[in-house]
C-alpha cells in the first residue's frame, strides 16, 4: 500500500515549456486534490475532484489544468509555464463523503521555472 | 468566507517541555477539525483530528482542544522531543474543500 505517490519529484522547466505532473492512489479514495505551497503561504487549493470524470477549481487555477480520467489518478498539467508557478506542488486524496475527510498528502514535487 | 489564523508564527520550545500551538477560526460552521504535521521536505501528515460534538480528543503525548464559544482549537504536544521540529497546520473541514491555516514552525531546542 503505497499511499498517495506524485511524479516527477523534482523538474526544470524554462518559461513557456509544458508539463504533467502526475497523482496516484491506490486507497481507493473518491476525492482528490492538488495544492500549491509557497513559502509563507501556506497550502493553497488549485484544482480537485470529487470522483472520476469530475474537476473543479479551487482558490488559484489559473494556469493550470487537471483530468481525472481513473480514479486513482489525478494529472496536474501547465501549458506554458510561467516563473510565478515556481512551487513545490502536492496532491492529496480522501475518503470523501458529507463532511470533509482525514486527507492523505504525497511526497509533493518540486518545480522551478526559470 | 472562511479563515483560518495561527497565533504564533514561529514557537520554539526545549526538549522534554510541554508545547501548545493554537489556531483560531471564523466559520462556526465547521464540523471537523484537522491537525496536520509537516516535516521538512515532506508532504503534510495527520496527527489528529476531533469533531464539533466534542471538546477534548487525546492521541499518544499529543491532545487537541477544541472550544466553539470562542472558535479555538489548540494542539498540544506532550515531553517535546527533536522529531517533534516541524511545521503544524491545523484545518477546518465540513466541505468538499478544507480550510488550512498558514502553519506554525514548532523549532525543539536539545
Known amino acids: 500500500n503505497a499511499g498517495v505517490t506524485q511524479t516527477p519529484k523534482f523538474r526544470v522547466l524554462k518559461t513557456g515549456q509544458s508539463m504533467t505532473l502526475l497523482c496516484a492512489q491506490d486507497?481507493?479514495?473518491?476525492?482528490m486534490y492538488w495544492y500549491r505551497q509557497d513559502p509563507g503561504m501556506g497550502l493553497r487549493l488549485i484544482h480537485y475532484?470529487?470522483?472520476?470524470?469530475?474537476?473543479a477549481k479551487g482558490e488559484v487555477p489559473d494556469g493550470y489544468n487537471v483530468s481525472r480520467l481513473k480514479k486513482q489518478n489525478f494529472l496536474l498539467g501547465l501549458e506554458s509555464a510561467a516563473p510565478s508557478q515556481t512551487s513545490v506542488y502536492f496532491c492529496?486524496?480522501?475518503?470523501?463523503?458529507?463532511?470533509?475527510?482525514?486527507?492523505?498528502f504525497g511526497p509533493g514535487t518540486r518545480l522551478t521555472v526559470l | 468566507g472562511e479563515s483560518v489564523g495561527l497565533h504564533l508564527p514561529t514557537l520554539s520550545v526545549q526538549e522534554g517541555d510541554n508545547s501548545i500551538i493554537n489556531c483560531a477560526y471564523s466559520?462556526?460552521?465547521?464540523?471537523?477539525f484537522i491537525w496536520y504535521k509537516q516535516e521538512s521536505g515532506k508532504g503534510p501528515q495527520f496527527i489528529i483530528d476531533?469533531?464539533?460534538?466534542?471538546d477534548k480528543r487525546q492521541g499518544q503525548r499529543v491532545t487537541v482542544l477544541l472550544n466553539k464559544t470562542v472558535k479555538h482549537l489548540s494542539l498540544q504536544i506532550a515531553a517535546t522531543q527533536p522529531g517533534d521540529s516541524a511545521v503544524y497546520f491545523c484545518?477546518?473541514?465540513?466541505?468538499?474543500?478544507?480550510?488550512f491555516g498558514r502553519g506554525t514552525s514548532l523549532i525543539v531546542h536539545p
Open positions: 492529496a486524496s480522501s475518503r470523501g463523503g458529507v463532511s470533509t475527510d482525514t486527507q492523505y
Open positions: 486507497m481507493n479514495h473518491e476525492y
Open positions: 475532484s470529487v470522483g472520476e470524470g469530475t474537476t
Open positions: 466559520n462556526s460552521a465547521s464540523d471537523y
Open positions: 476531533i469533531r464539533s460534538n466534542m
Open positions: 484545518a477546518l473541514g465540513g466541505s468538499y474543500i478544507p480550510t
